[in-house]
Structure formats: structure tokens, C-alpha cells
């Protein structure tokens, strides 16, 4: 309690009651795993609708799929790996679209959470990415795309004694890590800024004295609201763009 204001305990701004499955296992079904299906539902029928019925002027569905697959094709494949990468488009476009949708659930009103804010949904999207580069890698390097990972060529044979290990560091371990770390820590980190700013507006308007400054804290509440639809949008775009810079190093050895 902060100056006669109660804030609900961190565990319940992250933690979740199964709905139904064993109470409190990690396999459990609760808010964050329907969340996560929904994104899933949701990825696919709109690019069903949007497959639908095509026609030369799009609308509708088809306006937006095509849109956006424009965005992802021009503003990510083609500049990080160029036209050699087009073939891995869907994987980045669905992508995207998983992650922007289970983000944008943190300003859906009755859920007030989103899926990534829980560490274990971005994990798994970096590991999936983490295996999505490595089989890229053999497939277009073969076994040599380990050596060529951790011992790039035109380094003097006397630094490989620490180019190496830094290397394998650097892109077996740390990528996955900081993928799936920046995706959650910053939407818990703005999960927890809106849940705060709900809790004071509502203890506020309950107060006497203090209701004198809810203004300004509904005003900050709002802002912060369109401030993370901007944060859920800007995430899935990193954690896509990184996805194919991490992708296209593994076409070329050059790289």
C-alpha cells in the first residue's frame, strides 16, 4: 500500500488459473493459451478470407492481407535478404501476424493482457526461429554452416582463439535469448504500466482529496493505452526483421 493506495500483487498481473486441466501445472489451459489460439484462429481466417474471392481492385480482407504482405515483402524480406529470401515470406508473415495479435490483446477490453508478456511464448517463437536458421544454414551451406557460423573467413588465424567462441555465443545462444527476452520484457513492461495507471484512476475516483488528480492520471492512461498498440505493433516488427536478418545470414557464407 502506497500512500493509502492498495496495487493488486505482481504474481497477478502474470499468473493465471487453468481453466480446466490439472489446477496450477504448467500444461494447464488458461487466459494466456487462449489467447495464443486466438492468434493462431485469427492469422488463418484472415488469410483464408483474404484467398477467398480475389479480385484486381482488393477490399476487405483481401486489402488488408495484401497490404501487409506488401509491408513485410518490401520493408523486411527484400531488404535484409533480398529476392533469395522471398521463399521464407510466409514464415515471417505469419510471424508477424501471431505476435501482433497476441500483443494487441493488452488493450482488448475484459483480457487487459498480452500472450507475450509470458516469457515461455516468446521462447518458443525463438526457438522455432533459432531451428528455422540453423536448418536454413545446412540447407544452403550444409555441414560446413557451423564453421562458417562461428569462424567467418578473412579473420587472422590468431584471433579465431577468441572469434570462436564469441561467435558460437553470439549465434547459438544469444540470439534465441535476446529474441525471446525483448519481445517479453517489454510487454510485461507495459503491461504493468497500464495495469498501474487503471488501479490509481480507480482508486481515485473512490477518493475524496486525491479524486483532484485523476485527470491527469486518466489522461496517462489513455495515452499509454494508444502507446502500446504502437509497442505491439513496433515488437512484432523487430522480432520479424531480426527473424530475417538471422535467416538471411544463414543463406551465405559470406554473411
Not at 570462436?164 to 549465434?171: A, H, M, N
Amino acid at each position: 500500500m502506497i500512500f493509502g493506495l492498495e496495487f493488486p500483487p505482481i504474481e497477478n498481473l502474470v499468473e493465471w488459473p487453468n481453466w480446466f486441466g490439472p489446477k496450477d501445472s504448467f500444461y494447464g489451459f488458461n487466459k494466456i493459451a487462449f489467447i495464443s489460439l486466438v492468434a493462431i484462429v485469427a492469422t488463418s481466417v484472415l488469410f483464408i478470407l483474404g484467398n477467398r474471392k480475389r479480385s484486381m481492385v482488393p477490399k476487405g480482407a483481401q486489402n488488408l492481407v495484401e497490404s501487409s504482405v506488401a509491408f513485410i515483402r518490401d520493408g523486411i524480406v527484400l531488404e535484409t535478404m533480398g529476392p533469395d529470401g522471398m521463399r521464407y515470406l510466409p514464415y515471417l508473415v505469419s510471424l508477424f501476424f501471431f505476435i501482433l495479435i497476441g500483443n494487441i490483446f493488452e488493450v482488448i477490453p475484459f483480457f487487459h493482457m498480452p500472450a507475450n508478456a509470458r516469457m515461455a511464448g516468446p521462447a518458443v517463437l525463438a526457438l522455432i526461429t533459432w531451428a528455422y536458421y540453423i536448418a536454413v544454414g545446412l540447407k544452403h551451406q550444409g555441414p560446413k554452416y557451423f564453421i562458417n557460423a562461428i569462424a567467418p573467413p578473412g579473420v587472422p588465424k590468431a584471433l579465431y582463439i577468441l572469434v570462436v567462441p564469441i561467435e558460437f555465443l553470439s549465434t547459438f545462444i544469444v540470439r534465441p535469448f535476446s529474441l525471446a527476452v525483448r519481445l517479453f520484457a517489454n510487454m510485461l513492461a507495459g503491461h504493468i504500466l497500464l495495469v498501474t495507471f487503471s488501479v490509481l484512476c480507480i482508486t481515485l475516483f473512490t477518493a475524496s482529496l486525491l479524486a483532484l488528480v485523476l485527470p491527469l492520471s486518466f489522461f496517462m492512461l489513455v495515452a499509454l493505452t494508444g502507446f502500446e498498440v504502437m509497442v505491439a505493433f513496433l515488437q512484432a516488427y523487430i522480432f520479424t526483421i531480426l527473424a530475417a536478418v538471422y535467416i538471411g545470414s544463414s543463406m551465405h557464407a559470406e554473411h
